[in-house]
């Protein structure tokens, strides 16, 4: 399940040309759409599974010319108005709806098609699977313009979450989806547009990074929290009106963005001690080159 045929052309990370995803590796790095930064990134492959038995098969064509062939349960992400959707089969695909390309732009689909047959067909398992999406070309459509984002094997959204990004932070909004669950955000609540403070007890937002509950998180399972949290000035000094401007490495700070309680005074505590062990330092330096 969840598969491409045999044939179908990946980019890896080292290569100029794109190579068929049977001669594939585990621990090689693909090149994948980040959902997070919004960009092209490589991403490793942790897993490949190939078999041989009797498949449905869809065949998507966009209007641009691009087509690819999946199984029929092969998550796909469509995008509507700038935002991705939850995966879904590529048998459900709707006329009309926007995919991904290596193009950076989103092209409606034209066609969806069905057929059956016994083929060798290879699924795919990358990194955080929410987060990036694998660029896939049709045997004979190497040429990268034709290339697709299509989902991980392990990217079937099983939480009933609609993961969205904004602005770096990463939300999972649950509109219309009945499903007794929080709605985890990566963003502090004065960014999210919530006063400090009101957010739920047991949210994201108030479980502390390192601690055990810490790792329920989304923002730690798309690791985006370190296992010891370390905030960053840059950004702390944005959210609380010190500086006009956020931090610029945005998601690719290896930093904290979130809220932090008495950091400005414990970084200001910390200097202030500089300052005096420095100042006593020069006085017993001054008394040694006297004596």
């Known amino acids: ?100 390309v290596l193009k950076m732009t989103t092209v409606p689909v034209a066609s969806v098609m069905t057929s059956e047959s016994e083929t060798s067909r ?8 929410d987060r990036h999406s694998i660029f896939a070309a049709a045997p004979g459509q190497g040429s990268s313009i034709h ?6 094997a392990n990217a079937v959204d099983s939480t009933g979450y609609d993961v969205r990004v904004q602005n770096t932070f990463i939300t999972a909004v649950t ?12 963003a502090p609540p004065s960014l999210a547009g919530e006063p400090p403070g009101s957010s739920e007890p047991g949210s994201s937002s108030d479980v502390p990074a390192g601690s055990s509950e810490a790792g329920s998180s989304l923002d730690v399972r798309l690791g985006k929290h370190p296992e010891t949290c370390r905030p960053c ?15 610029t490495k945005g998601a690719s700070c290896n930093f904290c963005h979130a809220e932090h309680d008495g950091f400005r005074k414990a970084k200001a505590d910390r200097r202030k001690n500089n300052r005096k062990l420095a100042k006593a330092s020069s006085k017993a330096q001054a008394v040694t080159d006297a004596t």
């Open 175 to 186: 509109d219309g989806i009945n499903v007794s669950l929080e709605e985890p955000r990566s």
């Open 147 to 152: 290339a697709l984002a299509v989902e991980s």
């Open 1 to 100: 399940s969840d598969c491409l045929p045999a044939g179908t052309l990946v980019w890896v990370e080292g290569s100029i040309l794109p190579q068929p995803v049977e001669r594939l590796t585990v621990g090689q790095r693909i090149l994948c759409f980040d959902r997070l930064i919004g960009n092209m990134k490589y991403a490793e492959l942790l897993g490949r599974a190939e078999e041989n038995k009797p498949s449905e098969w869809v065949q998507v064509n966009l209007t641009d010319g691009s087509s690819l062939q999946v199984t029929g349960d092969h998550p796909l992400r469509p995008e509507e108005n700038g935002q991705a959707r939850a995966p879904k089969p590529a048998s459900s695909l709707q006329v009309g709806e926007s995919l991904k």
């Open 233 to 247: 000035a840059h950004e702390h000094n944005f959210q609380t009106g010190r500086s006009p401007n956020p931090c």
């Open 122 to 129: 290879i699924s795919l398992t990358v990194q955080q699977p």
